[in-house]
């Protein structure tokens, strides 16, 4: 990433980085500048060993990208309530496509929308912004 003037910049500049990432890979872990699937897996399984698993919870996943956190909370079984929140409207379009017909799941592009929630993630969204760390504190 270059260095920028602004916070708006900043974030166009994700913004931007992201659309084209799911645009070219689509609603993939490439779409969202995964290595592969196994290290998305890996990182969601990380972020989750603080889950009380036997109660229902809510999430705010912070930079959802296509859903995928979703996805695998899903396949575990758990009881919970999410909502993606991500700047890329192309991901959000995605996210939207892929999830199941019979979920709750929610998705937006507009950050007066989010809920307060039992937990809320970020998982990658600081990834591309090395060499800018000034900007961004």
């Known amino acids: 990433m270059y260095p920028t003037n602004s916070h708006e910049e900043a974030l166009d500049k994700v913004k ?3 659309d084209e990432k799911v645009t070219e890979f689509g609603a993939t872990p490439k779409g ?3 290595t592969s699937a196994e290290s998305q897996e890996i990182r969601f399984e990380q972020l989750f060993k603080i889950v009380i698993p036997e109660k229902e919870f809510s999430i705010l996943d912070y ?3 296509y859903g995928a956190l979703a996805c695998f909370l899903e396949k575990s079984n758990l009881e919970f309530d999410y909502i993606g929140y991500d700047i890329s409207a192309e991901m959000i379009k995605q996210a939207k ?12 592009t507009d950050i007066s929308e989010l ?3 039992d ?5 990658g969204i600081f ?5 800018e ?5």
Do not use: E, L
């Open 63 to 65: 930079g959802c990208g």
């Open 133 to 137: 760390k000034d900007s961004w504190q």
């Open 115 to 117: 809920p307060k929630a």
């Open 119 to 123: 937990y809320s993630v970020a998982s």
């Open 97 to 108: 496509q892929n999830k199941p017909k019979s979920s709750k799941w929610k998705f937006t």
């Open 32 to 34: 969202v500048d995964y």
């Open 16 to 18: 931007h980085f992201f």
């Open 127 to 131: 990834n591309k912004i090395s060499g």
